[in-house]
């Protein structure tokens, strides 16, 4: 495990183990027949590659920040999903480089993991898909797009968050799942950062406050009840203010109708529906470099509800990516 040497945490390849669903006579017709796995040091190897999928197997950043731990399982039950769906995305060669683990409670180390990971893939022009775990993943996923774009000249990121919490919780002791986009901004003057589902009674007034200071962009969850010509005029004029797009998805920002798995569940969130339209309005600019869907918690899913949610929006990307 060279890759991640000096780290103290844990990695498994890709294994196509973790794939599973119905057999087709036909030519592949499944994700599970057609998904290939690698060991992330063989990337640089790999040929013609359009996505890349990595998993975070981690929740202590969720245990920090109070919420129900069980986010670490959430890869795995996305990838069991994500089996069983039909291939639609012809022509693209999508590769499962596995997983970086937590280690005794090692959330830091866990991050710069995953940042080398994320780096490494956009670095050979694929398109990570990073499978949380805790929203802790979004500060890892960007100092990995961070790093491999910091020799180029235009290398202004935008954020784009579907959640219904800010999470610009400030590092009182040590970073948890929410306070990402705090240190993101803290640390970097140039980044933009644009909230889809905010609501008002998951955030407190001091982040209002820390929104407004690090003038982020945000719509309320009742600014969500369709793909609104306004909505689609802001977003148009931050996709333009920025060089490249990070797409952010909490599972947490659905209503719990269509996502109950998730560390902190709320009826008041959005459909997928509309999620579905904001993604795929995003993807047409083709500036988005990298993303993530966090959250997920089999321990609290019903009828694994949430996982097959996460695995259509992963299928969805990849389909208009």
């Not at 190897?45 to 245990?63: A, F, M, Q, T």
């Not at 309320?220 to 920025?242: D, P």
Request: proline residues 3%; charged residues 25%; glycine residues 6%.
């Amino acid at each position: 495990m060279n890759f991640f040497k000096d780290l103290k945490v844990g990695y498994e390849a890709g294994r196509i183990e973790a794939y599973s669903g119905r057999v087709s006579k036909l030519n592949n017709q499944y994700w599970h027949q057609e998904i290939a796995v690698a060991h992330i040091e063989d990337a640089s190897s790999k040929k013609n590659i359009d996505i890349g999928l990595v998993g975070y197997v981690c929740d202590e950043g969720v245990k920090r920040n109070q919420g129900r731990i069980g986010a670490r399982k959430g890869p795995k039950s996305i990838r069991n999903k994500l089996g069983k769906l039909p291939i639609h995305h012809t022509g693209k060669k999508i590769i499962d480089f596995g997983d970086v683990i937590c280690l005794d409670n090692n959330l830091e180390d866990c991050q710069k993991a995953l940042s080398k990971a994320i780096s490494k893939l956009i670095k050979q022009d694929v398109l990570p898909i990073a499978i949380g775990g805790g929203h802790d993943i979004a500060y890892a996923n960007f100092n990995g797009i961070k790093d491999a774009i910091k020799n180029i000249s235009k290398n202004k990121i935008g954020i784009l968050n579907f959640d219904a919490h800010f999470d610009l919780r400030t590092v009182e002791t040590a970073p948890s799942s929410g306070t990402p986009f705090n240190q993101i901004l803290s640390e970097n003057d140039t980044v933009s950062y644009f909230a889809i589902g905010i609501q008002q009674q998951s955030n407190t007034k001091e982040l209002f406050e820390i929104a407004e200071k690090h003038k982020v962009s945000y719509v309320s969850n009742f600014e969500c009840e369709t793909f609104s010509e306004n909505l689609k005029r802001k977003l148009n004029a931050f996709i333009k203010n920025v060089d490249y797009l990070y797409i952010t998805i909490d599972l947490d920002g659905f209503s719990s109708a269509y996502a109950p798995g998730v560390s902190a569940p709320s009826s008041l969130g959005f459909t997928p529906h509309f999620a579905y339209k904001v993604l795929a309005f995003l993807l047409e600019s083709k500036k988005v470099i990298s993303c993530d869907i966090a959250e997920l918690n089999p321990d609290f899913d019903t009828e694994e509800h949430t996982a097959s949610l996460a695995a259509k929006l992963i299928d969805y990307i990849v389909q208009n990516a």
